[in-house]
């Protein structure tokens, strides 16, 4: 059996188990009735996820056929599969994961997450939502960035703040440099979901309280993050120098996490701020 033989066989039977699972009265469907399998038919699925039962039965087949993208997004949510088992699903046919997660609204970031940041202690570091609001920091971040702490929280995203807070330009060293940077890895990120109206109004809001936001918006740019240094200027601690890491929790991948790692001289100016 050849190694995409072994995929399809594995995606239909993954399907055929998932399907068994589904609880019939969650989706308003009476009992199987005696001497009928647990779970929904294929039929159902068919009608729940717009796929003709023929095509889904030759997915659960194992059949050598090419199912787009489309129909197994749509088969994911017939089948209510979890973000990790939709992204089995779309690996085993080929696909990339859908990641990162759900790209569900994030207002505080989890509790779990927010004991690993305020962890890190000397370290600062905050926690970005889908939108890219500030969800969670912890004290060394609040020392490196006070107004994190006092905007209205319906300002609190790092991209409305890189462009509309004075104090933000006047602590990057290189605000030009990070703004295209940042607002690159923005739309790389988002790009795919600017039909939702949270990301719309956003881009919006910047669009009138922008020109440069505008300009750059506009150019279409698109870029990855990078690991790199970061220079600041603090108003009381002076230079601080430090180098600038992302993560995602496995558990939580709506949430990106951004730590600071300080160069030596850094971390004695920065360990005296108290």
């Known amino acids: 059996m050849t190694t995409d033989e072994q995929q399809r066989k594995e995606l ?10 589904l609880d019939r009265a969650s989706f308003g469907l009476p009992p199987a009735g005696r001497g009928r399998a647990a779970g929904l038919r294929r039929e ?4 729940l996820s717009g796929v003709s039962v023929t095509w889904y039965t030759w997915l659960e087949q194992g059949r050598d056929i090419n199912p787009s993208r489309q129909v197994l ?15 089995y699903a779309l690996t085993l046919a080929g696909f990339a994961p859908s990641r990162p997660g759900t790209h ?13 940041l305020d962890a890190l202690d000397e370290h600062p570091a905050y926690a970005l939502a889908p939108d890219w609001g500030i969800a969670g920091w912890n004290a060394a971040y609040e020392a490196l960035y006070p107004n994190v702490a006092t905007v209205d929280p319906e300002d609190r995203n790092l991209l ?12 990057l060293d290189d605000w030009d440099d990070t703004s295209r940077r940042f607002l690159a890895e923005f739309r790389a990120e988002v790009g795919p979901r600017l039909g939702d109206t949270r990301y719309r109004d ?28 970061r220079v600041f200027q603090h108003p009381t601690l002076g230079r601080l120098v430090f180098e600038h890491h992302q993560m995602r929790p496995s558990d939580q991948t709506d949430v990106q996490l951004v730590v600071y790692t ?8 920065f360990a005296k701020r108290g």
């Open 160 to 171: 409305w703040l890189i462009f509309t807070d004075p104090a933000v330009r006047s602590l």
């Open 12 to 21: 239909g039977a993954f399907l055929r188990a998932r399907r068994s699972t």
């Open 262 to 269: 300080a160069d030596a001289e850094t971390r004695k100016r």
């Open 44 to 47: 159902e699925i068919s009608y």
């Open 202 to 229: 956003l881009v919006g809001r910047l669009m009138d309280a922008s020109g440069e936001f505008r300009e750059r918006w506009e150019s279409h740019g698109v870029g990855g993050f990078e690991s790199r240094e």
């Open 73 to 87: 997004d749509a088969v994911a949510t017939a089948l209510r599969l979890t973000v990790a088992e939709h992204d």
């Open 104 to 116: 569900s609204a994030v207002a505080t970031a989890p509790a779990h997450v927010q004991r690993f």
